[in-house]
């Protein structure tokens, strides 16, 4: 994890640790007790003509596509898990899937020249829907989102932090848009001076009607703000300008904001205890009939009881005492409240230490014996460079010497016990062989410099 997830390098976006959760809680999301959010790309904030809930939805969609790994055509989950994920408490299907199609509507619209500009007739522009194909059935949700957002979902170049737990607390169209503009801001404190009616015109046609600026404050704008300052993790406040120093006219605006003191901590703690739910999912394979389970009984069955039972299942699966379903002795472990005793896992902890000095006794063992061979490799690669040298001072000294004292050398090689053992083993005549059958032989005349070097040690160290 990085040190701070508001500033986490797009790098890490697809290795985000955000995992699914919902069935280990029966409470909404905004009041989960656990972090739930994903990396944004900046460009999803000028999302218009979307309201509050159709916005959840979209976060909701778009967060499951960040943490999958791999980009499939349809992305598919349980209906309960996306419904808790966007804050859908209702049971109205019918009111569901009228949102799901408010959702499809939504357009992301980028341009190449800024807002407020006049567009050259060349200008690059480009409009996709945020979200494809929805199709709801026996209990599951399955979406689609068009290939060219993927890579802007998954590895933001600029983005910023978005957490579902906090605007799914929003009610409020203005405080949401708000909220999503002035996030991106974070780092600096302060955002961009904004044009009264662009900001006017952010939540689209859900936006104010009122042209005049005290009525938009006053309806729109305060509740926004203060809605902001109460759900969120940021403390947000605003200054207005007038279009120019003569006029009374207020036509800009800017938003202060930072952190609320203690967040980034509440965060990162939050966020570690998200892996019970993917130890239970992925190392135990709980179904859909044991995390509801769960959830029904979530007010007495809290992280730590459930911790407790799954360390006391892993000490029995490394003792080989379950012999089967290793889920279904979970959930009893769970129900039933099992946990290790205080001497169990002294035990525990006596044998994992017995275990790591064996371990290492086998490990220093396997280096001393690969010290060993490295030390003999080593030696035997020094007496054939020796023997190398040796042969190359004694052909120096041969060919340096005299014709007489050469055949000297040649005839007591041929005679000596070295180089009767060297002729035999290459099925030579030692009777017949020549001074140039022992010269142009390469083993044999590699053992004839060695005689010589030998035979003249005294000369050769002098040569050195």
Do not use: C
């Amino acid at each position: 994890m990085s040190k701070d997830v508001t500033t986490r390098a797009t790098s890490r976006q697809l290795s985000l640790e955000l995992f699914e959760e919902m069935l280990a809680s029966d409470t909404p999301i905004h009041k989960s007790t656990k972090e739930i959010g994903y990396q944004r790309n900046n460009v999803f904030v000028d999302v218009t003509d979307v309201g509050v809930t159709a916005r959840r939805l979209l976060d909701a969609a778009h967060f499951i596509v960040a943490q999958e790994s791999t980009t499939p055509k349809y992305y598919d989950v349980e209906l309960s898990y996306f419904r808790w994920l966007m804050r859908y408490d209702s049971y109205n299907y019918k009111h569901l899937r009228a949102v799901v199609s408010e959702a499809q509507k939504a357009l992301i619209q980028v341009l190449a020249t800024p807002p407020g500009s006049t567009s050259p007739e060349n200008e690059k522009w480009v409009s996709v829907q945020l979200l494809g194909i929805v199709g709801i059935d026996k209990g599951r949700i399955t979406f689609e989102v068009p290939q060219p957002l993927i890579r802007h979902i998954k590895d933001p170049e600029k983005s910023h932090w978005l957490s579902l737990r906090i605007t799914s607390a929003f009610t409020l169209t203005y405080a949401r848009a708000i909220y999503d503009h002035a996030i991106a801001y974070l780092a600096d404190g302060i955002t961009d001076w904004f044009e009264i009616d662009i900001v006017r015109s952010w939540p689209g046609k859900a936006g104010s009607t009122a042209t005049v600026f005290k009525y938009f404050k006053r309806d729109s704008l305060e509740p926004a703000v203060k809605q902001i300052n109460e759900v969120s993790d940021i403390e947000l406040s605003y200054e207005t300008r007038t279009e120019s120093p003569k006029s009374k006219k207020i036509d800009r605006i800017r938003f202060r904001l930072s952190r609320k003191a203690g967040a980034d901590a509440v965060r990162a703690s939050l966020l570690g205890a998200q892996e019970i739910y993917t130890t239970l999912k992925n190392e135990f394979g709980f179904t859909e009939k044991q995390f509801n389970a769960i959830s029904q009984n979530r007010a007495i069955w809290s992280d730590e009881r459930i911790l407790n039972a799954i360390e006391y299942t892993r000490a029995k699966i490394d003792g080989a005492q379950i012999k089967k379903s290793p889920s279904g002795y979970l959930m009893k472990a769970i129900t039933e409240g099992y946990k290790l005793s205080e001497a169990e896992r002294r035990m525990k902890k006596v044998l994992e230490k017995k275990n790591e000095q064996a371990q290492l006794e086998a490990t220093v063992k396997e280096q001393a014996i690969a010290s060993v061979a490295a030390s003999a490799a080593a030696a035997e690669e020094r007496t054939k460079t020796k023997a190398v040298e040796e042969a190359q001072s004694g052909r120096d000294i041969y060919e340096e010497a005299e014709g007489k004292t050469q055949k000297d050398l040649m005839r007591a090689f041929i005679t000596s016990a070295a180089g009767k053992l060297a002729i035999k083993r290459l099925k030579l005549n030692q009777d017949t062989i020549r001074d140039s059958d022992v010269l142009d032989h390469k083993d044999l005349s590699f053992s004839f410099y060695q005689f010589v070097f030998l035979r003249n040690k005294p000369k050769a160290n002098a040569r050195t």
